[in-house]
C-alpha cells in the first residue's frame, strides 16, 4: 500500500510507536523555532534540563512579537534571547528582520525535514514540503536537548485543489473555504495534505498561506509536496540545494478525502469573531470600514504585499480609512522599497509598521470603539484586536486593497482588471540581521533583566483534590481567552507571577483573585477548550493560581499537551451532558487519584454541591501519565536525573 506524504516524512522520523491514527508516536526532530513571546519559558526550561548545546540540525530564535518597547520589558528579553542564542548554538534572528514564519520560509524551511516551533502557526513551513508542528515551549526544549516529539499519530486528510483560482481570489480563499467546510475543530488530530493539478499554479508562499491558516482548524500540520514549483522558489531563494521531490504515492490511502474547485471559489473573510464564520464578501451587504491591515504570518509574502500595491497605485485610500502596512520579512520590504511598490503604499495613505507580528497580536493598532477592520491575518478572536467592540474580518490582500479604497467591503472584482504578479526569480538576500552562534558557548554570559522571574513548578498529583469550580465556560474557548497577548500583557511572558493577574481576565476579572483566595481549583470547559496559540502560558498561569485540573467537552491539541506538561490533569466528560451537572463554584471531589488515572482511562469525580458522581476520560498515554503524576515533564526529568 502506498504512502501519504506526511506518511513518508513521519516514518523517516519515527523513533517510537506505530503509524495507527490515534496511537502515540514519536519522532526525531531536525529544526526548532521560537519567536520571543514563547521563547524566554522555552529557553529558561532548556537551561532547567542542564544540556550544554542544542543537539538539532538547527535552532532558530526569532524576535518578531513583543517588538514595541514600551518599557524595559521587552529588550530586556530580546537581550536574553540573544546571549542564550550565542551560548547554547541557536541563530538569533533580530527585531525588524521579520515575522518568524515568513524568514523561516524564505531561509530555512527544507522539504521533508521535521521543524517543531513554539508558535501554533509553525505548519506555514509546510507550504514547502516540511512536517512542520506547532507546541509549547517545553516540547520546544525538550527537542532541542535532543529528545524526540510525542504526538498522536494524526488522521491523514487529502484536499484534492482542482482547477485554477479566477482573478481576485487568491491562496486566502482557499484556506478560508477549508474552514468554512470543516470549522475550528476540524482538524483536530489530523494532518492536511494538499495536492491535485491545481497545485501547479499555486507558489510557495501562496501555499504556505494555506498551510499557515490550518492552526485555524486546529489541524497538527498541513503539507504541500515538494515540486517544481518548490524547487523554483529555493532556488530564487539562493537555495536550491536545499530542494528535493516529494510527493504522496500515487496509490496512498488517506483517512478522509476532500475536494475543492479553485475556479468556483470567490473572494471570501471570515466574520466576527471566528475564523470559520466564513461568507463569500458579495453577499455581505454594506458594511463600513475603519480599519485595513495587510500583514502577518499569514499574508505578508512579496506577492501579497505587491498585489495590495497594485490595487492601490495611483490611488487614494478612503478618508475615513486607517490603512496599516506590515511586510512579513526585511526581504520583503527591500524589494517593494527597490522596486516602487513602497511608494505607491506611502502615496496612497498607508501607515507602514516594522516587519512584525504587530497588530495581528494586539501590539499596537488597536481600532476605535465599536470599529471595522478588514485584515488579512488569520485571528479574529474577540478581543485580540486590542478592542473588544471591534468587528475583526479575515480576508485576502484583495479584499482588504478594496477596503482600503473603498471605505466599505465590496467584492474586489468590481474594481476591473486584475494584475497578475509574476513570483520573483530572485529574491534580495541578505542574512546580515541572523546572527549565528558563538562556536564554543562556555565563555558566553547570558544576560538576565529583572522581568526575568525563575520558572514555578507544579506538585507531584495529590492522592485527594477537594476544591471548587473557579470558572466555568462554554465552548471554542481560545488561549486568548485564558492568557491575552496584546501589548500590554506580552511583556510579562517572562514573568509567570505577574501574567497570571491576567488569566481569563476578558472573561471574569476576578479568576486570579477568587483561585488564588481558593488555593486549589478546577476550570469546567467546552469543545475545544484551549484552541488558538500554542503559548504555554495558559497552562503555566492557571498552573501557578492552583488549578489542577480542567473538566472539558474535548481539548485542542496543543493545549492539551501543554496542560500536561505542567502537571495539570485534562480530563474530558464520558457523556458530554454531564456538563450540565457542574456549575461554577461547585465543590468536586476526587479521591484516589493516583490509583485512579494509575488503573484505567476513568476518574469519578464527585460534585459535592449537587450530591451527583460524574465520570470523566483522561485519555492519557503511558508516557503523559507519568508527566501529570509527577507534576509536569519538569518534575519528571528532575526525578530521573536524580535516579
Ligand atoms: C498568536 O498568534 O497568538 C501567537 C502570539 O503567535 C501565538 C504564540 C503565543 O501565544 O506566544 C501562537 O500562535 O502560538
Ligand atoms: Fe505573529 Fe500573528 Fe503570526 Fe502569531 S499569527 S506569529 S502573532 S503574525
Known amino acids: 500500500m502506498g504512502k501519504t506524504l506526511a506518511e513518508k516524512i513521519i516514518s523517516e522520523h519515527l523513533v517510537k510507536g506505530t503509524m495507527i491514527p490515534g496511537e502515540e508516536i514519536a519522532i526525531r526532530i531536525d529544526q526548532t523555532l521560537t519567536q520571543d513571546a514563547t ?63 515568513q524568514v523561516h520560509l524564505e531561509r530555512f524551511a527544507k522539504p521533508g525535514e521535521t521543524l517543531l516551533g513554539a508558535d501554533s502557526h509553525t505548519p506555514t513551513a509546510g507550504g514547502m514540503g516540511m512536517l512542520a508542528i506547532g507546541a509549547g515551549g517545553l516540547d520546544i526544549a525538550t527537542a532541542m536537548a535532543g529528545e524526540p516529539f510525542y504526538l498522536r499519530m494524526p488522521t491523514i486528510v487529502k484536499v484534492e485543489l482542482v482547477g485554477r483560482l479566477a482573478p481576485w481570489v487568491s491562496a486566502k480563499d482557499i484556506i478560508l473555504e477549508v474552514l468554512r467546510r470543516l470549522t475550528v475543530k476540524g482538524g483536530v488530530g489530523k494532518i492536511i495534505e494538499y495536492c491535485g493539478e491545481g497545485l501547479q499554479y499555486l507558489s510557495v508562499p501562496e501555499r ?26 529555493l532556488k530564487a531563494q539562493g537555495r536550491e540545494q536545499d530542494w528535493v521531490p516529494l510527493a504522496a504515492d500515487a496509490d496512498a490511502v488517506y483517512g478522509e478525502e476532500l475536494t475543492i474547485r479553485l475556479d468556483e471559489l470567490v473572494p471570501m473573510v471570515a466574520c466576527p469573531h471566528s475564523p470559520d464564520a466564513v461568507r463569500p464578501v458579495a453577499e455581505l451587504g454594506e458594511i463600513k470600514v475603519d480599519q485595513v491591515v495587510i500583514g502577518s504570518c499569514t499574508n505578508s509574502s512579496y506577492k501579497d504585499l505587491m498585489q495590495a500595491a497594485a490595487i492601490l497605485r495611483g490611488k487614494k485610500i478612503h478618508p475615513d480609512v486607517s490603512l496599516v502596512v506590515a511586510p512579513g520579512s526585511r ?17 496612497a495613505g498607508a501607515r507602514i509598521l516594522e516587519c512584525a507580528c504587530g497588530p495581528c497580536v494586539g501590539v499596537g493598532q488597536a481600532p476605535a470603539t465599536g470599529a471595522v477592520s478588514v485584515r488579512t491575518i488569520n485571528r479574529n478572536f474577540e478581543g485580540r484586536s ?30 476591473g482588471e486584475y494584475e497578475v504578479i509574476p513570483q520573483p526569480t530572485k529574491f534580495v538576500i541578505d542574512d ?36 471548587p469550580v473557579i470558572l466555568k465556560v462554554g465552548d471554542n474557548i481560545t488561549t486568548d481567552h485564558i492568557v491575552p497577548a496584546g501589548s500590554k500583557v506580552l511583556p510579562l511572558r517572562s514573568n509567570i507571577p505577574a501574567i497570571s493577574e491576567y488569566t481569563f481576565s476578558g472573561i471574569d476579572p476576578s479568576f486570579a483573585a477568587r483561585a488564588k483566595a481558593a488555593g486549589k481549583g478546577f476550570i469546567v470547559g467546552g469543545e475545544n477548550y484551549g484552541q488558538g496559540s500554542s503559548r504555554e502560558h495558559a497552562a503555566l498561569a492557571p498552573m501557578y493560581l492552583g488549578i489542577k485540573a480542567v473538566l472539558a467537552k474535548s481539548f485542542a491539541r496543543i493545549h492539551r499537551s501543554n496542560l500536561i506538561n505542567m502537571g495539570i490533569l485534562p480530563l474530558t466528560f464520558e457523556d458530554a451532558k454531564d456538563y450540565d451537572l457542574i456549575g461554577q463554584e461547585d465543590e468536586l471531589q476526587l479521591v484516589e487519584l493516583r490509583e485512579q488515572i494509575s488503573q484505567g482511562n476513568k476518574v469519578v469525580v464527585k460534585n459535592l454541591s449537587k450530591d451527583v458522581e460524574i465520570t470523566m476520560r483522561h485519555h492519557l498515554s503511558e508516557r503523559e501519565l507519568a508527566l501529570v503524576l509527577a507534576g509536569g515533564l519538569l518534575n519528571y526529568v528532575r526525578n530521573a536525573q536524580k535516579e
Not at 220 to 227: H, Y
Not at 389 to 413: C, F, H, N, T
Not at 432 to 459: D, Q, T, Y
Open 432 to 467: 546580515s540581521m541572523i546572527l549565528p552562534p558563538a562556536p564554543e558557548g562556555e565563555e558566553v554570559e547570558i544576560i538576565r533583566g529583572p522581568n526575568i522571574k525563575p520558572l514555578p513548578l507544579n506538585e507531584p498529583l495529590p492522592q485527594e483534590i477537594k476544591a
Open 39 to 101: 521563547g524566554t519559558m522555552a529557553y529558561l526550561q532548556f537551561e532547567a534540563l542542564g544540556i550544554d548545546r542544542v543537539k538539532t540540525r538547527l535552532s532558530m530564535s526569532y524576535v518578531d512579537h513583543n517588538t514595541l518597547q514600551n518599557g524595559f520589558e521587552n529588550a530586556d528579553d530580546h537581550r536574553f534571547l540573544q546571549t542564550f542564542s550565542r551560548k547554547y548554538g541557536l541563530y538569533y534572528s533580530k527585531a525588524g528582520n521579520g515575522i518568524c514564519h
Open 331 to 347: 526581504q520583503v520590504l527591500k524589494m517593494l522599497a527597490d522596486n516602487g511598490a513602497l511608494s505607491d503604499f506611502i502615496m
Open 208 to 233: 504556505a498561506t494555506i498551510t499557515n491558516m490550518g492552526a485555524e482548524l486546529g489541524a497538527t500540520s498541513s503539507i504541500f509536496p515538494s515540486d517544481e514549483m518548490t524547487r523554483l522558489y
Open 386 to 415: 486590542g478592542t473588544k467592540s471591534a468587528q475583526v474580518y479575515l480576508a485576502g490582500p484583495e479584499v482588504a486593497a478594496a477596503a482600503a479604497l473603498a471605505g466599505k467591503l465590496i467584492d474586489p472584482r468590481s474594481l
